[in-house]
């Protein structure tokens, strides 16, 4: 039996979609917020993601960003928003399709069913444990160890590390880290970054004050050497 995680502030809605999922004998779990979908999402790796725009707290192009970097899902974009902007930035960072606000259940029903067949037949994803030297990343448990000894990392810590780790040997701008680990929408500027490196440093690097792994290229930004 597939699993569809439905994340949506509209009860109603919600309800609906679960009835009629679940008579598509499809198991139905239910978040109504950005953080909890995101929990449902890393607890019960779901089969497809039916995911909301509008909701409170996270809103969902910062959870499909963020579960896009962590894991291979269909995500199938559910938006009230008439614009195609909306729905251009959502497909940008990963989303599979979208539905606009209000649609025919029978139609969502065929796309889901379009997403899953097309994902039975989609390449291995790639490996959940990234190594790099001692460094050894689980994007499923995010965990971080070096030489077997656990790293305490901070979310966006880990965030910036994994993105590095699937980048290696790859010169990343600072508006390019920015972007993908804080949201295309974040009010900072690109120092937040340099004080994540620093931070990132003192925790993967033998030396913090001279880098082996997180080389800064100047006026570029920075380059992960396994």
């Not at 239910?30 to 019960?44: I, K, N, P, Q, V």
């Not at 499923?140 to 290696?168: D, H, I, M, W, Y």
Request: aromatic share 6%.
């Amino acid at each position: 039996m597939k699993t569809i995680l439905v994340a949506d502030d509209e009860p109603t809605l919600v309800a609906t979609l679960k009835y009629n999922l679940e008579r598509e004998s499809y198991a139905v779990i239910t978040a109504a917020d950005g953080e909890s979908a995101l929990e449902a999402a890393r607890a019960s790796r779901p089969d497809l993601i039916l995911l909301d725009l509008m909701m409170p707290g996270l809103n969902g192009l910062e959870v499909c960003r963020i579960i896009r970097r962590e894991m291979h899902v269909p995500i199938l974009i559910l938006t009230a928003r008439g614009g195609e902007t909306d729905k251009v930035a959502g497909l940008e960072i990963g989303a599979d399709d979208y539905v606009t606000k209000p649609f025919s259940m029978r139609e969502l029903v065929a796309r889901v069913r379009a997403l899953l067949r097309r994902s039975e037949h989609a390449p291995a994803p790639d490996a959940e444990v990234l190594t790099l030297g001692d460094i050894t990343i689980d994007l499923r448990k995010r965990t971080v160890t070096k030489n077997g000894a656990t790293l305490s990392l901070k979310p966006k810590e880990f965030e910036l590390l994994s993105f590095f780790a699937r980048n290696r040997g790859k010169a990343l701008t600072r508006d390019q880290l920015l972007n993908q680990i804080w949201g295309y929408d974040y009010a900072g500027d690109t120092r937040t970054v340099d004080v994540h490196v620093r931070w990132l440093r003192e925790k993967v690097e033998d030396e913090p004050e001279r880098p082996a792994r997180l080389i800064t290229i100047r006026g570029v930004g920075y380059r992960f050497d396994a």
